[in-house]
């Protein structure tokens, strides 16, 4: 029953969060989310990548570890979303987007806060980094179909992960005026981007409710099948290992469509669309079910 407890603890305030996003979103559709997604891109997730990564206990080698870890989900997600859009006939390479990049930030990092504390924000945001990295360079790759270096070198949380590998290497102390300015901008940024997700859901339009509940169920259930594999293979075990469990079985990311939309034809976006809103629904009934398997096992 404490297990239950906890669960309820964990998922909670991440729902209702969500949930009053809905509810702004509904009341009024004009709402505009604009400043929420130049803020949380430009200085929020560039501090909470620095003040989740520096300031809870995570070593250089733990940060490296569970970003080579990210990066072979990754490739395991790529390869299912590849054969599974192909045989659904879908563009192989525009739509592979949200099938390999989980909303790790908007909803993974503030679950595994409530799960596991600060340890395991640390670690969640070690992998979050590397999805939030390859979101404006892999990202935009697959939606433009063409590569550019000025997006890597114009993308803040690229600095981000950068200044806080460098204070890992050396190990210097945050100076404590650091450590709360970033600490205050990495909660503010939780909850506005829980909400802007909220206020998503009013305006994104599924096209496809069949094709869109075969990706959705790719997105959902292969990923922690993926990262359990993955976790069994490498005999990890802890909270990290509960960790990247359920960073690996988020749904897919809201920014995959603000990236689609930018450099994709509509058809492709409006599938990205239907895969968004439809793991975002899925994933209320699955996140429970793999929080509590991953603090059953995973402590």
């Given at each position: 029953?404490?297990?239950?407890?906890?669960?309820?603890?964990?998922?909670?305030?991440?729902?209702?969060?969500?949930?009053?996003?809905?509810?702004?979103?509904?009341?009024?559709?004009?709402?505009?989310?604009?400043?929420?997604?130049?803020?949380?891109?430009?200085?929020?997730?560039?501090?909470?990548?620095?003040?989740?990564?520096?300031?809870?206990?995570?070593?250089?080698?733990?940060?490296?570890?569970?970003?080579?870890?990210?990066?072979?989900?990754?490739?395991?997600?790529?390869?299912?979303?590849?054969?599974?859009?192909?045989?659904?006939?879908?563009?192989?390479?525009?739509?592979?987007?949200?099938?390999?990049?989980?909303?790790?930030?908007?909803?993974?990092?503030?679950?595994?806060?409530?799960?596991?504390?600060?340890?395991?924000?640390?670690?969640?945001?070690?992998?979050?980094?590397?999805?939030?990295?390859?979101?404006?360079?892999?990202?935009?790759?697959?939606?433009?179909?063409?590569?550019?270096?000025?997006?890597?070198?114009?993308?803040?949380?690229?600095?981000?992960?950068?200044?806080?590998?460098?204070?890992?290497?050396?190990?210097?102390?945050?100076?404590?005026?650091?450590?709360?300015?970033?600490?205050?901008?990495?909660?503010?940024?939780?909850?506005?981007?829980?909400?802007?997700?909220?206020?998503?859901?009013?305006?994104?339009?599924?096209?496809?409710?069949?094709?869109?509940?075969?990706?959705?169920?790719?997105?959902?259930?292969?990923?922690?099948?993926?990262?359990?594999?993955?976790?069994?293979?490498?005999?990890?075990?802890?909270?990290?290992?509960?960790?990247?469990?359920?960073?690996?079985?988020?749904?897919?990311?809201?920014?995959?469509?603000?990236?689609?939309?930018?450099?994709?034809?509509?058809?492709?976006?409006?599938?990205?669309?239907?895969?968004?809103?439809?793991?975002?629904i899925m994933s209320f009934i699955t996140i429970p079910v793999i929080v509590f398997f991953a603090l059953k096992y995973f402590i």
């Open positions: 029953m404490e297990l239950y407890f906890k669960l309820f603890e964990v998922l909670f305030p991440v729902f209702l969060i969500i949930g009053i996003g809905y509810y702004l979103g509904k009341k009024d559709p004009k709402l505009n989310t604009k400043f929420i997604t130049d803020f949380a891109g430009n200085i929020g997730t560039p501090a909470m990548i620095f003040y989740t990564i520096t300031t809870t206990g995570v070593t250089l080698e733990i940060f490296l570890e569970y970003f080579i870890y990210a990066l072979i989900i990754i490739a395991g997600f790529s390869i299912i979303g590849l054969v599974v859009l192909i045989l659904l006939k879908n563009d192989p390479i525009s739509e592979l987007p949200p099938l390999i990049l989980p909303n790790t930030g908007n909803m993974g990092i503030p679950i595994c806060l409530f799960a596991y504390g600060t340890s395991g924000l640390g670690v969640a945001s070690a992998i979050a980094s590397v999805i939030i990295l390859f979101h404006f360079t892999l990202g935009v790759f697959l939606a433009k179909k063409q590569f550019s270096f000025d997006i890597v070198i114009k993308n803040a949380p690229t600095y981000g992960i950068l200044i806080s590998v460098l204070f890992l290497y050396f190990e210097w102390d945050v100076p404590k005026f650091l450590e709360n300015s970033t600490f205050l901008l990495t909660y503010s940024t939780i909850f506005l981007v829980l909400m802007s997700l909220g206020v998503a859901l009013t305006r994104l339009k599924v096209k496809s409710w069949n094709k869109s509940i075969v990706l959705a169920t790719t997105r959902v259930l292969g990923g922690p099948i993926i990262a359990f594999s993955l976790i069994k293979i490498l005999n990890l075990s802890g909270f990290a290992a509960g960790v990247l469990l359920i960073q690996s079985a988020m749904p897919s990311a809201v920014l995959t469509y603000l990236v689609g939309s930018m450099y994709s034809e509509k058809k492709v976006v409006d599938s990205i669309v239907g895969v968004i809103v439809v793991s975002t």
